[in-house]
């Protein structure tokens, strides 16, 4: 399922939640109805009794959902394949209010790759968000931090926050600004 949708739900079990867009986590119980409204990236924003919620891909089975499985690496991949991998996997990051992922909003400024004696992987990120004071902006650091982190060989991921410079609508790929009507 990608995108909007208007599916009804009934929660198989208790689950950790976001509320949007305050950010505050919040645990909903076994039994509470609402709607999907939105499916992107393996998360999901929900709609319940007037409030928007953000579900983790990771607890998509307690609204009957399946739970989207690591990304896949070549045999013996080389650091082009597994930075292909890493940017793929930040094309899943949606912020929950935007249905446009992280990397075509522009809001990843730079992405490393790092490999130390042991072969292992360390990835270090610089990200911004669309406004300084964005709710969201812990929980979109989490997510692009934790579905960089499930690629296999990747041993460790550095995530932080930035904002100089100020993010601007200019950073936006065409087609994100085509999908937002700015083009």
């Given at each position: 399922?990608?995108?909007?949708?208007?599916?009804?739900?009934?929660?198989?079990?208790?689950?950790?939640?976001?509320?949007?867009?305050?950010?505050?986590?919040?645990?909903?119980?076994?039994?509470?109805?609402?709607?999907?409204?939105?499916?992107?990236?393996?998360?999901?924003?929900?709609?319940?009794?007037?409030?928007?919620?953000?579900i983790a891909g990771k607890d998509a089975d307690a609204i009957g959902k399946e739970v989207e499985p690591p990304p896949e690496i070549p045999l013996n991949a080389t650091d082009k394949d597994i930075i292909e991998v890493i940017w793929n996997q930040l094309r899943t990051c949606y912020d929950p209010e935007i249905p446009i992922n992280i990397?075509?909003?522009?809001?990843?400024?730079?992405?490393?790759?790092?490999?130390?004696?042991?072969?292992?992987?360390?990835?270090?990120?610089?990200?911004?968000?669309?406004?300084?004071?964005?709710?969201?902006?812990?929980?979109?650091?989490?997510?692009?931090?934790?579905?960089?982190?499930?690629?296999?060989?990747?041993?460790?991921?550095?995530?932080?926050?930035?904002?100089?410079?100020?993010?601007?609508?200019?950073?936006?790929?065409?087609?994100?600004?085509?999908?937002?009507?700015?083009?």
């Amino acid at each position: 399922m990608f995108g909007h949708t208007n599916e009804p739900f009934i929660l198989t079990r208790d689950v950790e939640t976001v509320i949007i867009p305050a950010g505050e986590v919040l645990q909903l119980r076994e039994g509470t109805s609402g709607f999907i409204t939105q499916s992107l990236g393996g998360s999901f924003t929900i709609y319940i009794e007037g409030n928007l919620f953000r579900i983790a891909g990771k607890d998509a089975d307690a609204i009957g959902k399946e739970v989207e499985p690591p990304p896949e690496i070549p045999l013996n991949a080389t650091d082009k394949d597994i930075i292909e991998v890493i940017w793929n996997q930040l094309r899943t990051c949606y912020d929950p209010e935007i249905p446009i992922n992280i990397v075509d909003l522009g809001l990843i400024y730079s992405c490393d790759v790092k490999i130390d004696e042991n072969n292992t992987r360390h990835v270090f990120i610089d990200m911004t968000l669309t406004a300084p004071g964005c709710g969201m902006g812990d929980i979109l650091v989490e997510d692009a931090r934790d579905k960089v982190a499930i690629i296999p060989t990747i041993e460790n991921v550095t995530v932080e926050l930035i904002f100089d410079p100020p993010w601007n609508q200019e950073m936006m790929s065409d087609e994100a600004k085509l999908q937002t009507g700015m083009m």
